[in-house]
C-alpha cells in the first residue's frame, strides 16, 4: 500500500507469486494471480481478501489455478480466470461468483477459455477473454454478457425487525435484497429482486 508518501506491506507475510488483479470493497482488498497460501493461510490460492491486517481465504476450497479479474457487486465477489470447477461447482470454470460463503457458476454452461477482465453494470455482468459461444451463443465470442436473475422474496411477518427468528421481515427482506444476502429466513437478493407479501399476512400497512 502506498500511503502518505510511503510503501507498507500488507501483513506480515509476502505473497509468493504474482497478483494480478485487486479489488478493493470498503476496508476490505481482494487480490487475485498466481500466489498460493495468502498470509499463510493453506485454502488462500490465487484469490484472497486482506482485512484486519490479516489475509482469508474465499472459501473452503482453494481454487485450482490463476485469478486474472476480480469484480465486486454488493456483497458478491466475482473473479474470473483459468480456474475450473470453483468451490467444486462443475459449471464455475474461467468465472465464478463468490456469495455467501460459496462459490457457484455463472449461467448452466461453463465458459471454454480463460477470463481477463470482469464489469458489472446492475445485474449486468460483463466478461472478457479468450473463450467462444459463451452460454452456448455462437456469437458470444471474447466478450459476453450474463444478466444475473432476479430473485423473489416473501415476506411473511408485520413485525419491523432485523434479528434471526426464523422469519421474514419487510426490514429483512429489503436487506437481503441490497446486500444478495439471506437475511433470517429471507431468500438472498439477486439483480432487480421483487418483494412480496405472503396471504397470511392480509392486509398490512405500511
Not at 6 to 24: E, H, K, R
Not at 110 to 125: C, E, F, H, K, R
Request: net charge negative; aromatic share 8%; charged share 15%.
Amino acid at each position: 500500500k502506498f500511503s502518505g508518501g510511503v510503501w507498507s506491506a500488507l501483513g506480515g507475510t509476502p505473497l509468493n507469486n504474482t497478483v494480478s488483479t485487486i479489488a478493493i470493497s470498503g476496508t476490505d482488498v481482494y487480490a487475485g494471480g498466481s500466489f498460493t497460501a495468502a498470509g499463510g493461510v493453506a485454502n488462500a490460492d490465487s484469490i484472497a481478501k486482506f482485512s484486519g491486517g490479516v489475509w482469508s481465504a474465499l472459501g473452503g476450497t482453494p481454487l485450482n489455478n490463476d485469478v486474472n479479474a476480480i469484480a465486486i457487486s454488493g456483497a458478491d465477489v466475482y473473479a474470473g480466470g483459468d480456474f475450473i470447477n470453483a468451490g467444486g461447482d462443475a459449471n464455475a470454470d474461467r468465472i465464478a461468483k463468490f456469495s455467501g460463503g460459496a462459490w457457484s457458476a455463472l449461467g448452466g454452461t461453463p465458459l471454454n477459455s480463460p477470463v481477463y477482465a470482469i464489469a458489472i453494470s446492475g445485474a449486468d455482468v460483463y466478461a472478457g477473454g479468450l473463450f467462444t459461444d459463451a452460454g452456448g451463443d455462437a456469437n458470444a465470442d471474447n466478450v459476453a454478457r450474463f444478466e444475473t436473475p432476479s430473485a423473489t422474496i416473501t415476506v411473511n411477518t408485520a413485525t419491523d425487525e432485523l434479528n434471526s427468528d426464523g422469519d421474514c421481515s419487510l426490514r429483512e427482506a429489503i436487506e437481503a435484497a441490497n446486500t444478495n444476502a439471506a437475511m433470517d429466513a429471507c431468500a438472498a437478493g439477486a439483480g432487480a429482486d421483487t418483494i412480496l407479501f405472503s396471504d397470511a399476512l392480509g392486509t398490512t400497512s405500511i
